[in-house]
């Protein structure tokens, strides 16, 4: 069933036979001060960790590099239909840009090993941030902007950062998002203050800044431009974190994920070319954000460290200003390769079903589309590949991962589809499925998906400032693996289909949020009594968030009117992002006789999937309940 014509099998055998020789083979695309004295190291950290004893720059290896042999060549090219802008930036440029960036960090006080919140939109100036915090060995921690001021401030006070970058506004389609009094309410919020914060003051909006605290950005940059300040790469240890990006948990408390200098560097540029397919000075685009991981791996550091073009699209699939969008960046710019998220694809297909706009641009250096960030349905893949007439492949990983953990590696040779499946492991991860007792499932059977450790380069190593916390998420549950918390099987193949999580994490539009973190601002409402959110599958966006409400005895309330400060209550404390849009209320949540809640079935009924009553519920009545309510309004499958 498999391709003769792919490498992949040679390749990932050559990985399992020696995976410390693989790896010091990667290593050898990436410029190192110092080079490791081991590849792998067994003792070291939780479960080993790599490339220790190197030195190294990531901001050298994505900019200083290339300059001499590609300076002229665009680095980053800025697409804006928001704000009407494009602005190629060279490589010469960026290191322009970002040393003298550097040198105003240095000049705010931060230093090696100090954390710099980036709370800011999809602009240049947010990947001039990452690179010249990378630059001076500061860590990074980028909040998206679509999180409110509580969400910003839990990650500060995580973080505790020296000093926070941030920009008057983002744009969303045709409204202008004011960030700043959002970091102004984080910063009165969080008990960590940061000495000082750097802000760009976009042309749609001027902040006010606070007297003591605030930097105009441009202002600083020009005074360092005009004294010729520019701050040098400083070296630091492969082992040493390049950032921290929370990422939700089961609580309301996000997880800090830690990512480091040398394994990174060396897995992201390894996927570049064997997995996505795309040689240095081609143009690449990412269309997510960099507050997300995709963006971090794969709108900065991957393209960079791989000498492409990295494209910056601040827009959307659709209405900025229509679905030929992304068709018009594809063409504008030569990209070969595109990745986003299923979401932007279905949000195509719906308002252009036809494709007719397509027609309009010219994709001839179009090579690939890879998905990823949610299930990859089958409808959406086969809609994208008669359309494009290009390879469309869904991959799986996750923010923890850093980089694909399966695809399907054009790199190397595509094998055959199967839609549905994000395909095979990559080097460096083993999978296997297990069952609740830790055994090995076998062929066709659902389970958990874990990743037996060693987890290659360029995964997490540990939680920020919470080993304990990484070794129960992650890896007590089944000693020896990692596990994703997806569940799924592989095949007869050894393909792996990703079904959906373990944990009560849910998918909206491929953005990743707790249903617990929810059910806490739910909680928090005088009139709720108890609560229970689940991901209701949605055309558009894969799931929505629901949630169901079981009000105080003596409320005399309406409930549609508590209903909608629950809407708006889950937008303040959470933000947009979560797309939590209904409410419903009940009286009384489905529970099984220990009190625990049904929040399995009452998804299946939702969804109108087939659902059967728990042999352990309390009071069946209650489902039948969800289920009338649920169709009342129109919903329920
Ligand atoms: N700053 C402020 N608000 C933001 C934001 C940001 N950076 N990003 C999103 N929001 C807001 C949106 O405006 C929206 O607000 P609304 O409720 O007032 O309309 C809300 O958060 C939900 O955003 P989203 O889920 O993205 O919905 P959408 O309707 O704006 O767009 C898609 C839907 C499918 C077009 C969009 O999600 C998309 O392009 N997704 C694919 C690419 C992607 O980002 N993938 C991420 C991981 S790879
Ligand atoms: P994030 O950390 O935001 O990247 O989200 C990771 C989660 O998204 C994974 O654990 C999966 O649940 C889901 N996911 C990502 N990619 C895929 C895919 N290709 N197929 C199925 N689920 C996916």
């Given at each position: 069933m498999l391709s003769a014509q792919s490498r992949y099998h040679e390749v990932y055998a050559g990985w399992k036979s020696d995976p410390e020789?693989?790896?010091?083979?990667?290593?050898?695309?990436?410029?190192?001060?110092?080079?490791?004295?081991?590849?792998?190291?067994?003792?070291?950290?939780?479960?080993?960790?790599?490339?220790?004893?190197a030195q190294c720059n990531t901001c050298y290896n994505a900019v200083d590099r290339h300059v001499a042999t590609r300076g002229d060549q665009a680095a980053i090219i800025y697409d804006s239909p928001v704000t009407g802008t494009k602005r190629a930036i060279t490589y010469a440029e960026l290191q322009a840009e970002v040393a003298?960036?550097?040198?105003?960090?240095?000049?705010?006080?931060v230093t090696k090993g100090d954390r710099v919140v980036?709370?800011?939109?999809?602009?240049?100036?947010?990947?001039?941030?990452m690179l010249a915090c990378a630059r001076i060995g500061a860590i990074h921690s980028v909040v998206f902007g679509g999180f409110a001021a509580k969400e910003l401030a839990t990650r500060i006070d995580d973080a505790k950062p020296k000093a926070i970058l941030s920009a008057s506004c983002g744009i969303e389609g045709a409204r202008v998002i004011p960030y700043k009094p959002l970091l102004d309410e984080a910063i009165s919020l969080s008990k960590a203050k940061p000495e000082s914060c750097l802000v760009f003051q976009r042309p749609q909006l001027d902040a006010s800044l606070v007297d003591g605290r605030d930097l105009d950005w441009a202002g600083a940059v020009a005074q360092a431009r005009a004294e010729g300040r520019k701050a040098d790469c400083v070296p630091v240890e492969a082992t040493d974190p390049l950032y921290v990006l929370y990422t939700s948990g089961t609580t309301g408390i996000p997880k800090g994920v830690v990512r480091d200098n040398g394994g990174h560097m060396v897995a992201l540029k390894w996927s570049m070319g064997h997995f996505f397919g795309v040689k240095p000075g081609e143009v690449f685009w990412a269309a997510s954000d960099v507050g997300w991981v995709v963006g971090h791996s794969y709108i900065v550091y991957g393209p960079l460290l791989h000498g492409c073009t990295a494209i910056l699209y601040e827009g959307k699939p659709v209405g900025t200003p229509d679905a030929g969008a992304y068709w018009r960046v594809i063409a504008d710019h030569g990209i070969v390769t595109l990745f986003t998220a299923p979401t932007a694809f279905r949000a195509i297909k719906k308002e252009d079903p036809g494709a007719d706009l397509l027609k309009k641009y010219d994709l001839s250096a179009f090579r690939a589309l890879f998905l990823a960030g949610e299930r990859a349905d089958p409808d959406t893949v086969k809609w994208a590949e008669d359309i494009l007439g290009t390879p469309v492949i869904d991959h799986w990983w996750q923010t923890e991962t850093g980089w694909p953990v399966a695809g399907n590696p054009l790199g190397l040779?595509?094998?055959p589809v199967k839609h549905g499946s994000p395909t095979?492991?990559?080097?460096?991860?083993?999978?296997?499925?297990?069952?609740e007792a830790g055994k090995s499932v076998g062929p066709n059977k659902m389970g958990s998906i874990v990743i037996k450790l060693p987890l290659p380069p360029g995964a997490l190593p540990t939680l920020w400032n919470a080993d304990e916390r990484f070794r129960d998420s992650y890896l007590s549950v089944y000693p020896g693996y990692y596990n994703t918390s997806d569940a799924g099987y592989l095949d007869?193949?050894?393909?792996?289909?990703v079904?959906?999580?373990?944990?009560?994490?849910?998918?909206?539009?491929?953005?990743?949020?707790?249903?617990?973190?929810?059910?806490?601002?739910?909680?928090?409402?005088?009139?709720?009594?108890?609560?229970?959110?689940?991901?209701?599958?949605?055309?558009?966006?894969?799931?929505?968030?629901?949630?169901?409400?079981?009000?105080k005895s003596g409320i005399d309330r309406s409930p549609e009117e508590i209903e909608a400060e629950l809407v708006a209550l889950v937008r303040e404390k959470i933000g947009p992002v979560a797309a939590f849009k209904l409410a419903i209320t009940v009286s009384r949540l489905p529970k099984t006789r220990s009190g625990k809640i049904l929040r399995g079935t009452m998804k299946k009924i939702a969804d109108g999937d087939e659902w059967s009553t728990p042999a352990t519920?309390?009071?069946p009545m209650i489902l039948t309940e969800i289920g009338d309510v649920l169709r009342a309004r129109g919903l329920a499958g």
């Open positions: 020789g693989f790896w010091a083979e990667a290593a050898r695309e990436i410029d190192w001060i110092r080079p490791a004295d081991k590849v792998f190291d067994s003792q070291a950290g939780i479960y080993g960790r790599w490339f220790v004893g003298t960036l550097a040198a105003v960090l240095q000049d705010m006080g980036i709370y800011m939109p999809m602009i240049p100036e947010t990947t001039f941030a040779g595509a094998l095979v492991p990559m080097p460096g991860y083993t999978l296997d499925v297990l069952d007869q193949d050894g393909y792996i289909w079904m959906g999580r373990t944990d009560d994490i849910i998918n909206v539009a491929g953005h990743r949020l707790s249903t617990g973190g929810m059910e806490e601002v739910l909680a928090s409402h005088p009139a709720v009594a108890e609560c229970a959110v689940i991901g209701m599958k949605d055309a558009l966006k894969g799931e929505v968030p629901c949630g169901f409400v079981v009000l519920i309390d009071d």
